[in-house]
């Protein structure tokens, strides 16, 4: 599977943006699909996570309330709308796709994406 993720770029607190991750290559909707961040200095991290028919979804607690993650199989794309967007979201996100119902932890994600950078101002 090739990802490829877009969407970032640069906006206030406050702010919204919607990351967009295509997939080709195998059969998007079997994968479970991911989204994760790592910020400057620190590790990747997870943020949010869909299973492969869209019905079970898992957020990292900073993000809950804040971001959605949703996917359309018939356009092999998973979604990330973010809102209320703070500084501290500031991070280079990054797709990826596994076999896991709703994975959470790196080692469940078997393709990954480049990243896409966001940066929130103050």
């Known amino acids: 599977v090739q990802l490829q993720a877009s969407g970032g770029g640069f906006v206030q607190a406050g702010g919204s943006l919607r990351l967009s991750c295509v997939a080709s290559?195998?059969?998007?909707?079997?994968?479970?699909m991911g989204w994760f961040r790592q910020a400057p200095g620190k590790e990747r991290e997870f943020v949010a996570s869909?299973?492969?028919?869209?019905?079970?979804?898992a957020y990292t607690d900073s993000v809950k309330g804040r971001f959605t993650i949703s996917r359309d199989n018939a356009n092999n794309t998973v979604y990330l709308r973010m809102t209320s967007l703070k500084p501290e979201d500031t991070a280079v996100y990054y797709c990826?796709?596994?076999?896991?119902?709703?994975?959470?932890?790196?080692?469940?994600?078997?393709?990954w994406g480049q990243g896409t950078k966001v940066t929130v101002s103050s």
């Open positions: 990826a796709a596994g076999k896991s119902v709703v994975g959470q932890r790196r080692n469940e994600f078997d393709y």
């Open positions: 290559g195998r059969t998007f909707s079997v994968y479970a």
């Open positions: 869909i299973s492969w028919s869209g019905t079970i979804a």
